[in-house]
C-alpha cells in the first residue's frame, strides 16, 4: 500500500452534523494538501500542511471547516455543521516535500453527501 | 472570472488523431502542472513545467510565459487516454506560494 489512502470513501451525513475525514499520505512525503471538487465545478485548493503545521489555511471556506495533522503523516479535516452546499468530492495529496515541481501524490477522495 | 482558463471544456476525437488542450492563465505564475483525472475519479500528475516543453511518452506539454499559455497535446490518440485533463497553476498573486488555482478541465473522449 504505497499510495495516499483516504476514508471513509463514501460519507452520507444529515445537515448540522460534524463529519471527519482522513488522509493517510505516502510514508514519509513531508508536504499534505486537501482540495475540493464539487459537483460540476473545478477543483479548489483548501489546506496545505508541512510537517505539522499549516502554513496557509487561506483556502478554508469557513470556520466549520479545520484541519490537524500529527506526527507528520495523518491528517483529518473537520467540518462542523455540515451544510448542503459541503457536499463534494473532498481530495487528499501529498508530495516528499512542498516544492513547486514537487509531484503530488491524490488519493482517491472522499464522496460526502449532506442531505 | 477565472484566473486559469481551459479550452475547449470538451473534445472528441477519433483514434490515432493528434489532440491539443489549452491553458491559459490571467495572472503571473510560478510553475504550472498538467493533472489527468480518470473515470473513476482518481487524478495523476502528468507534467510540471515553467518553460520551454516536456515530453513523456505520447504527451507532451508546453509553456509559453510572455503569452501567460499552456497547451498540452496527445500524439497518436488512444481510447484509454479518454480522461479528464486538468491545467493547475501556482499563480503568484495568490496568498499562498502553495496554493494551487485549477481550471475547469477538459473532458476528452477518444473514440476507437
Known amino acids: 500500500g504505497a499510495g495516499v489512502s483516504q476514508s471513509p470513501s463514501n460519507k452520507v451525513t444529515e445537515k448540522g452534523k460534524d463529519v471527519e475525514l482522513r488522509c493517510d499520505p505516502i510514508s514519509g512525503h513531508t508536504a499534505l494538501y486537501w482540495y475540493r471538487q464539487s459537483l460540476g465545478q473545478g477543483l479548489e485548493f483548501l489546506i496545505y500542511?508541512?510537517?505539522?503545521?499549516?502554513?496557509?489555511k487561506s483556502g478554508l471556506p469557513s470556520d466549520r471547516f479545520s484541519a490537524e495533522r500529527t506526527g507528520g503523516s495523518v491528517s483529518t479535516l473537520t467540518i462542523q455543521r455540515t451544510q448542503q452546499e459541503d457536499s463534494a468530492v473532498y481530495l487528499c495529496?501529498?508530495?516528499?516535500?512542498?516544492?513547486?515541481?514537487?509531484?503530488?501524490?491524490f488519493g482517491p477522495g472522499t464522496r460526502l453527501l449532506v442531505l | 472570472k477565472n484566473e486559469v482558463e481551459q479550452s475547449p471544456q470538451n473534445l472528441t476525437a477519433q483514434e490515432g488523431e493528434f489532440i491539443t488542450i489549452n491553458c491559459s492563465y490571467s495572472?503571473?505564475?510560478?510553475?504550472l502542472h498538467w493533472l489527468q483525472q480518470h473515470p473513476g475519479g482518481g487524478i495523476v500528475s502528468l507534467f510540471m513545467?515553467?518553460?520551454g516543453k516536456k515530453k513523456h511518452g505520447r504527451l507532451i506539454a508546453t509553456i509559453n510565459i510572455q503569452e501567460k499559455h499552456s497547451s498540452l497535446h496527445i500524439t497518436a490518440s488512444h481510447p484509454r487516454d479518454s480522461a479528464v485533463y486538468i491545467c493547475a497553476a501556482y499563480l503568484i498573486s495568490s496568498g499562498s506560494a502553495r496554493q494551487l488555482t485549477f481550471g475547469s478541465g477538459t473532458q476528452l473522449t477518444v473514440l476507437p
Open positions: 513545467l515553467s518553460s
Open positions: 495572472v503571473g505564475i510560478s510553475a
Open positions: 500542511f508541512q510537517g505539522n503545521s499549516a502554513p496557509d
Open positions: 495529496a501529498s508530495s516528499l516535500k512542498p516544492g513547486l515541481f514537487e509531484t503530488q501524490y
